[in-house]
């Protein structure tokens, strides 16, 4: 079996991740969307489990992540804590579900902590929705900003293409990111930005920076379905696969077809 590193057993809570950064530890996350890949995922030694909005993706199939609705994040984020012993879960907040405004935006928060037990929840944009992030934090609820590439905004973006690499965008996302700290965001997640920029982030806020597809930075996240190589057509620059879960997959399915209809399954010590 793979050597893993698991730190401690002690649940991971934001002064935990908060202690990590001033340290120079590195934290490790994944996303999971379902109670058996998150059991694994946490006895794996994975610090915080994102209950990611990619699960309309991953999930349902979708080509964005817009159509996923409060109901579906807090049906995945349930089966998710069910499994969860140690990780710190964050559950995304879905399009819609925190931009029409402040007082929106902390009823849903509130509606997913209450119903999901999850830890935190996450928001993606800048000073657009500080209002938003001020009063949850205000509610006692931890909040994770998300910058860069933020695939709520695709529509805007039209691409999944490296954002900020011009100099105003960058000034924008240094000066959103100093913006979320004030506001009392906990950590933030930096996806698909220069290197560069993603080490400048690092350096002017105090809290962790997690990034996937932005160089190094405080820790990194992944998609766990992507790193498994669950999907063997999705292929970013940034991803690096542990597994080739799709291959996996193929073959086992491929071989139980086989046994049944050639009757080699069940066999005698397989009945009652
Ligand atoms: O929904 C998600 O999976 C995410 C990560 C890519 C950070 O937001």
């Known amino acids: 079996m793979a050597a893993y590193l698991v730190e401690d057993t002690k649940k991971v809570t934001t002064g935990t991740l908060r202690e990590m950064k001033r340290q120079q530890r590195k934290i490790a996350m994944l996303t999971s969307y379902d109670y058996t890949t998150a059991k694994i995922v946490d006895a794996a030694g994975i610090d915080i489990i994102l209950v990611g909005d990619s699960a309309a993706n991953v999930m349902a ?26 990780a710190f879960v964050v559950c995304d907040m879905p399009f819609g579900s925190y931009q029409i405004s402040a007082e929106d935006a902390v009823r849903n928060a509130v509606r997913i902590m209450k119903e999901t037990g999850s830890d935190g929840v996450k928001l993606e944009g800048g000073v657009e929705i500080l209002e938003a992030v001020k009063r949850i934090v205000n509610a006692g609820i931890p909040v994770m900003g998300h910058l860069g590439l933020t695939p709520q905004s695709i529509n805007q973006f039209g691409t999944y293409g490296v954002r900020a690499k011009e100099e105003a965008e960058a000034a924008k996302l240094l000066s959103d990111a100093r913006a979320l700290e004030a506001a009392g965001c906990f950590a933030l997640v930096v996806e698909k930005i220069p290197a560069t920029l993603t080490q400048q982030v690092v350096a002017a806020v105090r809290i962790p920076v997690i990034g996937i597809g932005g160089g190094a930075a405080d820790g990194q996240v992944l998609v766990v379905d992507d790193m498994l190589g669950k999907n063997a057509d999705f292929k970013p620059k940034f991803l690096r696969r542990y597994a080739d879960l799709h291959n996996i997959m193929l073959d086992a399915i491929g071989q139980y077809v086989c046994d049944v209809k050639t009757g080699d399954f069940p066999n005698a010590s397989e009945q009652y």
């Open 61 to 86: 199939g979708c080509s964005t992540t817009l159509p996923i609705t409060l109901d579906q994040i807090i049906y995945h984020a349930q089966s998710v804590v069910r499994g969860v012993k140690r």
